[in-house]
């Protein structure tokens, strides 16, 4: 069904797209290439959200050339009104003569009404071509429009033995230099990095970009109950924006105190002095917030995965040995009875980073 040109040309869609990874969001990340004569007569990607779309800035620089041209698009062109237009109909009234596609948008706006838009106005429409790269590309948008919810990812360091910090609670650095350098272009991608207020406690973190050319900082989120984050935390500093998410119990003087750091407060249920993580997914949600990335301690990791809300993995394993019963693991928690009953990884893809060994996945 697929010629060698079209899988060509829509590499280069796919290469596009990714090319504003980290800056489109809450948008999917597109890339568009219009061919006619089996070459590449302009092209065009979503640069950032409130910014024209990948399909209007490849026709707006092609001109009368889109007539009778192809298309190639790694994401469904648009059917409403946004930041911008309906696609579809641009794309029509362009006179492109067919769109391929690589995946349908799922978005409830959309969901195969741009393709119909494309076939009501004449134009042949192929989909399906490099999908599961697609799909994976806009992983992060797929599953927050369809759930409603952040997509999580779980970031860890540890020793062979497990440990993610030392007895005394030491931590730096249990990964090598280019293993944080990966963890600070995360940092980049994810909208928010979460963790406890426990980490801010031992730890003191910045939770910023520092270490690779920064794209942007993530928002800061520090799960704390009670409001005990110090008023001279590092996560309190560097004009970034900062979200602490207390239970209703937390004392009112606490949280005045911290709103007057800069510290937005956001009020979650804490049954038993903790967050309901389920509720706080929902509320980031509605605050734009589309990924998680959380770089939590051990309860913390445990508490996400036993409320089934962690869509990926990435552990970095170092050629260390900490040992201590002591030591913090980065999952605690209660724990399973039996090894039957362990939550599995799936898609496993297994890396080298100098000594370091980075093991990523996806939850069933």
Request: charged share 25%.
């Amino acid at each position: 069904m697929w010629t060698e040109d079209d899988v060509r040309f829509m590499r280069e869609a796919l290469d596009l797209a990714k090319s504003a990874e980290g800056r489109t969001t809450p948008d999917p990340m597109v890339g568009a290439v219009l061919v006619k004569g089996g070459r590449i007569i302009s092209v065009g990607y979503h640069g950032e959200v409130a910014t024209p779309h990948a399909e209007a800035w490849a026709i707006q620089k092609a001109g009368e050339a889109t007539k009778g041209a192809t298309l190639y698009v790694n994401f469904e062109p648009c059917a409403h009104y946004g930041n911008n237009p309906p696609c579809a109909h641009l794309i029509v009234n362009a006179g492109v003569k067919e769109v391929v596609v690589a995946t349908k948008d799922p978005n409830p706006l959309v969901n195969g009404r741009g393709l119909k838009l494309l076939q009501q106005g004449g134009v042949k429409v192929r989909v399906g071509l490099l999908e599961d790269e697609a799909r994976q590309m806009n992983e992060v948008f797929i599953r927050a429009i369809t759930k409603k919810t952040p997509f999580v990812l779980m970031k860890s360091a540890i020793t062979l033995d497990g440990k993610i910090a030392t007895r005394t609670g030491a931590s730096r650095w249990v990964a090598g230099p280019t293993s944080l350098r990966f963890a600070h272009h995360l940092r980049n991608l994810y909208d928010s990095i979460l963790v406890g207020v426990g980490t801010v406690l031992i730890d003191n973190p910045k939770l910023n970009v520092r270490l690779v050319k920064k794209i942007k900082n993530p928002v800061r989120i520090v799960l704390d109950a009670n409001a005990r984050t110090p008023l001279r935390a590092r996560v309190l500093s560097g004009g970034q924006r900062t979200i602490i998410v207390a239970g209703p119990q937390a004392p009112r003087s606490r949280v005045k105190a911290l709103q007057a750091k800069g510290a937005e407060m956001l009020t979650v249920p804490a049954p038993d002095g903790k967050i309901d993580l389920k509720r706080l997914m929902k509320e980031l949600y509605k605050m734009k917030i589309t990924s998680v990335m959380v770089e939590g301690g051990g309860e913390v990791n445990a508490s996400f995965i036993e409320a089934g809300l962690v869509d990926k993995a990435i552990i970095t394993i170092a050629p260390k040995f900490f040992g201590g019963r002591a030591a913090k693991t980065n999952v605690e928690g209660n724990g399973i009875a039996f090894p039957a009953q362990a939550r599995r990884l799936k898609k496993i893809h297994i890396e080298r980073q100098d000594e370091d060994i980075i093991i990523s996945g996806y939850f069933k």
